[in-house]
Nanobody, 127 residues
Framework: QVQLVESGGGLVQAGGSLRLSCAAS????????MGWFRQTPGKEREFVAC????????NYADSVKGRFTIARDNAKNTVSLQMNSLKPEDTAVYYC????????????????????WGQGTQVTVAS
């Protein structure tokens, strides 16, 4: 059973920065795409970013492109999300997720493509 634990959320002023981290257990971390999603009350979980198993490929939602950067460290089983130039509309609970299949990311933006999720960390951006 994979465990994902997020950290780094908090309250920040608009224009500020936060760095989220996700620590993963399990032996297949380095073989799986990792993603970040976010969710606000009453809305569906929204894709934010993902990174391939070897870090060679990244994808971002249009709303965060140029402001957020995803990275991973397979030696430490961690994935991070650096968030800069934060906006009030970035306020959400952010979730780390592990892709279901090994060495694959064909449907990376779909929540159902991920089978392990962290508990979430709250990010609040004040205007």
């Amino acid at each position: 059973q994979v465990q994902l634990v997020e950290s780094g959320g908090g309250l920040v002023q608009a224009g500020g920065s936060l760095r989220l981290s996700c620590a993963a257990s399990g032996r297949t971390f380095s073989s799986r795409t990792m993603g970040w999603f976010r969710q606000t009350p009453g809305k569906e979980r929204e894709f934010v970013a993902c990174i391939s198993w070897n870090g060679g490929s990244t994808n971002y939602a249009d709303s965060v492109k140029g402001r957020f950067t995803i990275a991973r460290d397979n030696a430490k089983n961690t994935v991070s999300l650096q968030m800069n130039s934060l906006k009030p509309e970035d306020t959400a609970v952010y979730y780390c997720a592990q892709y279901t299949s090994l060495y694959s990311s064909n449907y990376y933006s779909r929540p159902h493509s991920y089978d392990s999720w962290g508990q979430g960390t709250q990010v609040t951006v004040a205007s």
